[in-house]
T-cell receptor, first 111, second 115 residues
Framework: GNSVTQMEGPVTLSEEAFLTINCTYT??????LFWYVQYPGEGLQLLLK?????DKGSNKGFEATYRKETTSFHLEKGSVQVSDSAVYFC??????????FGAGTRLTVKP | NAGVMQNPRHLVRRRGQEARLRCSPM?????VYWYRQLPEEGLKFMVY????????ESGMPKERFSAEFPKEGPSILRIQQVVRGDSAAYFC?????????????FGPGTRLTVL
């Protein structure tokens, strides 16, 4: 079945460092791919999404490109801030199949 | 426009009691999804409902769990005879359109603790 694998955390960075959180997926056909962010004590917020191969989702300085050839949707940000500290979830959905989430990657950004 | 509302935010129950979790979707949304998040894990899908209909309950445990989304009022996730393993955060999401590809908006969650 469809599944998502994302890099294990926690990830600790200094402010203004470059961020990459890896996400790879297993699916038949062309799923839609998402990144969600969860701040402490809150629900998930949609960060960005891409619905077809080579699409790039972007929001708040974060980017992710849908790579069909490598079945990946890695999240990147050029310069992280303390306020980016949160848990990040990669997810996919396809057709009538339910949304599948990765286990989450906890990011801590230190000043 | 208020977002997805869930209540209570925190719920404590003793083993054997019932837990009722409520979710009010965003205005104009008629699709509701329930997820469970165990500590340090991702979200696991439980059930997908439209008004008065269960669309997909493939993620619901076969016993003790039930969900409804009546014509009027919030969606309810009901857990009967709770056990310690039910302790988790339960998130509700809603969407406007049909199917899984429409963007889901999440509520703040209900954190259930079973003593």
């Amino acid at each position: 079945g469809n599944s998502v694998t994302q890099m294990e955390g926690p990830v600790t960075l200094s402010e203004e460092a470059f961020l990459t959180i890896n996400c790879t997926y297993t699916a038949t056909g062309y799923p839609s791919l998402f990144w969600y962010v969860q701040y402490p004590g809150e629900g998930l917020q949609l960060l960005l999404k891409a619905t077809k191969a080579d699409d790039k989702g972007s929001n708040k300085g974060f980017e992710a490109t849908y790579r069909k050839e490598t079945t990946s949707f890695h999240l990147e940000k050029g310069s992280v801030q303390v306020s980016d500290s949160a848990v990040y979830f990669c997810a996919l959905t396809q057709g009538d199949n339910d949304m599948r989430f990765g286990a989450g990657t906890r990011l801590t950004v230190k000043p | 426009n208020a977002g997805v509302m869930q209540n209570p935010r925190h719920l404590v129950r003793r083993r054997g009691q019932e837990a009722r979790l409520r979710c009010s979707p965003m205005k104009g949304h008629s699709h509701v999804y329930w997820y469970r998040q165990l500590p340090e894990e991702g979200l696991k899908f439980m059930v997908y409902l439209q008004k008065e209909n269960i669309i997909d309950e493939s993620g619901m445990p076969k016993e003790r769990f039930s969900a409804e989304f009546p014509k009027e009022g919030p969606s309810i996730l009901r857990i009967q005879q709770v056990v310690r393993g039910d302790s988790a955060a339960y998130f509700c999401a809603s969407s406007h359109g049909t199917g899984w590809t429409d963007t889901q908006y999440f509520g703040p969650g209900t954190r259930l603790t079973v003593l």
